[in-house]
């Protein structure tokens, strides 16, 4: 007979305390290493194969993806590999998402059906950082959310109510973000974001936002302190009220809630859809900085913030791969974690 072992309630109380707060700071830390995902993109032509893609995620211990756009060869791969995805709806898609009868369930049932349930499809992104303020994305604005709605009926038509749809949205449309409190969504982007709050509420959805302190502090160097964006602050660098903030990430997703809350959508969850930092090309894109940022992002994300403490926050860190086809300034072929010949950069341990 197995031998049992009793306690008193007096003395076992204190050891109970132990036992359950051991256990939580376990479960938050399991949480928090499985609310980190990577971003997959493919601008590059020299980056592996998805199979080899999707290999590298499981060895390396990453089991959550976002990629840009429902590439065949990419879903393929994911094919039973335990790997949670959100995929993309690119901008040029939305127009005819919007306008085109049957386009959506045509769109789900080559993206999405064709593959679930061998890949864990839980998000779709319809549209990344549209703005109609912002002149590169203000031609998809009007087309948005109709496209969001399309491919939610397209999903329900189809049996698919787990999977939630949202887009990716970002700090610019905000008009206020100092001190977080008192953001707040600009004049300007008002009638077309606070709609897709209003759908991201009815369909308990959350707010995608990609969040880059590296931008923030590059756009404002004289007045932000490049500890302030790394997570390497001694001390508090803005008090707001009763919060205290140490670090960018936390202010600018703070500032995001704030903003929700302003415009009917306080009980939404905000998954950080992207944040990196990039290692050339700038003064301060250095591996080690970059290093520095990955590592104090993905420890620091399993607290949550000032605002929603002890909630760990999602988060898809920016990107996979360096990808040398990208346009822009030379950092934007710089975010990569791994090199295209698979080498870590920075030895950063996902599991």
Same mark, same amino acid.
């Given at each position: 007979?197995?031998?049992?072992?009793?306690?008193?309630?007096?003395?076992?109380?204190?050891?109970?305390?132990?036992?359950?707060? &051991? #256990?939580? #700071?376990?479960?938050?830390?399991?949480?928090?290493?499985?609310?980190?995902?990577?971003?997959?993109?493919?601008?590059?032509?020299?980056?592996?194969?998805?199979?080899?893609v999707?290999?590298?995620?499981?060895?390396?211990?990453?089991?959550?993806?976002?990629?840009?756009?429902?590439?065949?060869a990419?879903?393929?791969?994911?094919?039973?590999?335990?790997?949670?995805?959100?995929?993309g709806?690119?901008?040029?898609?939305?127009?005819?998402?919007?306008?085109?009868?049957?386009?959506?369930?045509?769109?789900?049932?080559?993206?999405?059906?064709t593959?679930?349930?061998?890949?864990?499809?839980?998000?779709?992104?319809?549209?990344?950082?549209?703005?109609?303020?912002n002149?590169?994305?203000?031609?998809?604005?009007?087309? &948005?959310?109709?496209?969001? !709605?399309?491919?939610?009926?397209?999903?329900?038509?189809?049996? #698919?109510?787990?999977?939630?749809?949202?887009?990716?949205?970002?700090?610019?449309? #905000?008009?206020?973000s100092?001190?977080?409190?008192?953001?707040?969504?600009?004049?300007?982007?008002?009638?077309?974001?606070?709609?897709?709050?209003?759908?991201?509420?009815?369909?308990?959805?959350?707010? $995608?936002?990609?969040?880059?302190?590296?931008?923030?502090?590059?756009?404002?160097?004289?007045?932000?302190?490049?500890?302030?964006?790394?997570?390497?602050?001694?001390?508090?660098?803005?008090?707001?009220?009763?919060?205290? /903030?140490?670090?960018?990430f936390?202010?600018?997703?703070d500032?995001?809630?704030?903003?929700?809350?302003?415009?009917?959508g306080a009980?939404? $969850?905000?998954?950080?859809?992207?944040?990196?930092?990039?290692?050339?090309g700038?003064?301060?894109?250095?591996?080690?900085?970059?290093?520095?940022? /990955?590592?104090?992002?993905?420890?620091?994300? !399993?607290?949550?913030?000032?605002?929603?403490?002890?909630?760990?926050?999602?988060?898809? $860190?920016?990107?996979?791969?360096?990808?040398?086809? !990208?346009?822009?300034?030379?950092?934007?072929?710089?975010?990569?974690?791994?090199?295209?010949?698979?080498q870590?950069?920075?030895?950063?341990?996902?599991?």
């Amino acid at each position: 007979m197995a031998s049992v072992m009793f306690f008193s309630s007096k003395r076992s109380k204190p050891l109970m305390a132990a036992i359950f707060l &051991l #256990l939580g #700071l376990l479960m938050s830390t399991i949480t928090g290493t499985q609310s980190i995902g990577v971003c997959y993109g493919t601008l590059g032509d020299n980056l592996p194969s998805a199979p080899e893609v999707v290999q590298l995620y499981q060895s390396s211990g990453i089991n959550r993806m976002r990629i840009f756009d429902p590439n065949p060869a990419t879903l393929e791969a994911l094919r039973r590999s335990g790997i949670r995805l959100i995929v993309g709806v690119p901008n040029n898609d939305l127009q005819a998402l919007a306008l085109i009868p049957n386009a959506a369930a045509d769109w789900i049932q080559s993206n999405v059906l064709t593959y679930t349930p061998d890949v864990d499809i839980w998000c779709i992104a319809v549209g990344n950082e549209v703005s109609p303020t912002n002149a590169p994305t203000s031609q998809f604005a009007n087309y &948005l959310l109709p496209a969001m !709605k399309n491919i939610q009926s397209a999903l329900l038509a189809a049996g #698919l109510m787990q999977i939630k749809v949202s887009t990716a949205s970002f700090s610019q449309l #905000l008009g206020s973000s100092f001190p977080p409190s008192q953001g707040s969504f600009s004049d300007g982007v008002s009638s077309f974001i606070n709609p897709i709050i209003s759908f991201l509420v009815e369909n308990d959805s959350p707010f $995608l936002a990609n969040i880059y302190p590296y931008f923030s502090y590059t756009g404002d160097s004289q007045n932000i302190p490049l500890p302030y964006a790394l997570f390497t602050a001694p001390g508090v660098v803005v008090q707001d009220g009763n919060l205290q /903030y140490q670090n960018l990430f936390d202010a600018s997703l703070d500032a995001i809630y704030a903003a929700l809350e302003r415009s009917g959508g306080a009980n939404l $969850l905000i998954v950080v859809s992207e944040s990196g930092w990039p290692s050339e090309g700038d003064p301060v894109a250095t591996v080690e900085n970059a290093r520095t940022y /990955y590592s104090n992002l993905m420890n620091h994300v !399993k607290g949550g913030t000032p605002r929603r403490p002890g909630q760990a926050v999602e988060t898809y $860190l920016f990107a996979m791969f360096d990808e040398n086809q !990208k346009g822009g300034l030379e950092t934007e072929r710089h975010f990569g974690l791994f090199s295209p010949s698979q080498q870590s950069k920075y030895q950063i341990a996902f599991n």
